[in-house]
């Protein structure tokens, strides 16, 4: 079995980028040929064009068991050398490799310092230029100025590496006890007395318990802060250095991209369209509301709009006149002119067009899928925090309605408070067990629309909306 998985492993190795190099204890007697196993181990290097590079016994016993295995093509080794006198029954191997840290290509991005902001300087400025304006355009224009008044964009290189966040903690001890260990280490060299051996393994674990108690404490953190399950498995996947940056093809020429996707998206969803029927006006499943209908929406107030803002997620798109943090900090000078944008939404019945704007990016659906195939791709719109108050405040209206005459249908399970996935797949075991308890047989009907929301029929909508 050994043998079946280690060709396999050198087999997709060679596939990956970067140079090959395997080393360990292979637990066979390599100086052996008459040994069956020892053979079968060297014609596996023979046939993946492997050099071994140990020549000496490693062992105390008299054996070659630790390997030092790379591509003869690779260049990756210039030495080995054996190291003895270790407490170990195996000998060290010391290996020098022709490598070198790679550098990290300069980065340049934009960025507004926003901590040197006076904030007492900057709220008196809001004051003199908001006012109670329903125009998204003024709204956003005056912002942008005062922004780029007190923190201009700026532009920087930088070849920085990414710190690592559970390492701030302890960089200084971290740092004394890498000195002490280094002293402990050429001493022990030095004199190889056990005394000095002893001291050396001591230092050697506190650094080691050190690194694992900061790593302990930063996870542990971590998790602990996680309020959703959402953000339970971003957490997760970010500790485990999960990177879900979605490529682009390369296929398609880079200024050509933005085309090439909103015409492919748009083509998608005309040709779903294309292939429904007709609606027939005269037929219609749903029954006849008989209670107030829903003809206007009611003014909110400054302390409504103020709480679903608080519930939102401070978010920041590209397409904000400033970043959502600030917008927090300034709510009692903004609070009255976004009440006013949205109660003039409401009123009128009218989106503004600023509002409708959106960063639209493509996200691959799944890392294991071709990126230079658009069909694997979705369309993902990132809108303005002024536009998703607005969505949140409409929403909360449409629902109050829906509730109060028992409108909604109670085997939905999705956009409702209490009645999300987990609930749905509790409502289908709890009918599958009962069903099998009964002796009786249970059929499951899935289905998955391509595009659910964007190809729903708008005058269908209207007209079930109406009655």
């Known amino acids: 079995m050994f043998f079946d998985q280690f060709s396999d492993f050198l087999e997709h190795s060679d596939s990956l980028p970067g140079k090959t190099l395997l080393m360990g204890d292979f637990n066979f ?27 000496e016994l490693t062992h105390n016993q008299g054996h070659l068991l630790d390997l030092v295995l790379s591509k003869q093509s690779d260049n990756i080794l ?21 490598v070198s840290v790679p550098l990290q290509e300069p980065e340049t ?4 310092c926003l901590k040197k902001i006076d904030t007492n300087t900057f709220k008196q400025d809001l004051s003199d230029v908001i006012s109670r304006s329903s125009s998204v355009s003024d709204y956003n224009n005056h912002l942008r100025s005062v922004l780029d008044k007190h923190a201009p964009l700026c532009r920087r290189t930088s070849r920085t590496r990414k710190p690592t966040p559970w390492f701030s903690s302890i960089a200084e001890q971290f740092c004394e006890l890498k000195r002490e260990r280094r002293k402990a280490e050429r001493r022990w060299l030095k004199s190889k007395l ?7 393994d001591s230092i050697k674990q506190k ?28 957490n997760f996947n970010s500790m485990l250095g999960k990177n879900f940056s979605s490529p682009l093809p390369s296929a398609f020429d880079s200024d050509d991209l933005p085309t090439v996707f909103s015409e492919y998206f748009t083509e998608k969803i005309r040709t779903i369209r294309n292939n429904f029927p007709p609606p027939n006006p005269t037929v219609s499943s749903v029954a006849s509301f008989t209670g107030d209908p829903l003809q206007t929406f009611d003014p909110v107030t400054d302390d409504f709009v103020l709480k679903i803002i608080k519930s ?24 009255p002119t976004i ?8 009123t009128t019945g009218i989106v503004p067009r600023g509002l409708k704007t959106a960063i639209v990016k493509p996200l691959l659906k799944k890392p294991s899928l071709d990126k230079n195939l658009l069909k694997n791709y979705r369309p993902i719109s990132n809108l303005p925090f002024l536009s998703k108050i607005l969505e949140k405040v409409v929403l909360h209206k449409l629902l109050s309605h829906l509730q109060a005459n028992n409108l909604c249908n109670p085997y939905q399970s999705a956009y409702r408070a209490g009645h999300s996935t987990e609930t749905a797949l509790l409502r289908v075991i709890n009918d599958i067990l009962s069903a099998l308890d009964n002796d009786n047989i249970s059929v499951l009907l899935l289905l998955d629309l391509s595009a659910a929301f964007d190809t729903i029929d708008h005058q269908i909508l209207l007209s079930r909306l109406y009655s």
């Open 194 to 200: 056990t005394v000095h051996k002893q001291i050396y």
């Open 29 to 55: 007697h390599f100086e052996n040929l008459e040994n069956n196993n020892s053979r079968k181990l060297h014609d596996i290097i023979d046939i993946f064009n492997l050099t071994q590079s140990v020549t």
């Open 207 to 234: 650094v080691t318990d050190l690194v694992d108690k900061a790593k302990r404490t930063y996870f542990s953190a971590k998790i602990q802060s996680s309020t959703t399950c959402k953000q339970l498995f971003q």
């Open 78 to 98: 210039l030495s080995t050398k054996l190291h003895h006198g270790l407490t170990s029954d195996h000998t060290a191997i010391l290996c020098k490799l022709d």
């Open 312 to 335: 939102t997620p401070a978010k920041s798109c590209e397409l904000d006149p400033i970043p959502t943090t600030l917008l927090y900090d300034n709510l009692d000078i903004l609070l």
């Open 109 to 112: 991005f934009q960025y507004r």
């Open 339 to 346: 009440t006013n944008i949205i109660n003039t939404s409401l």
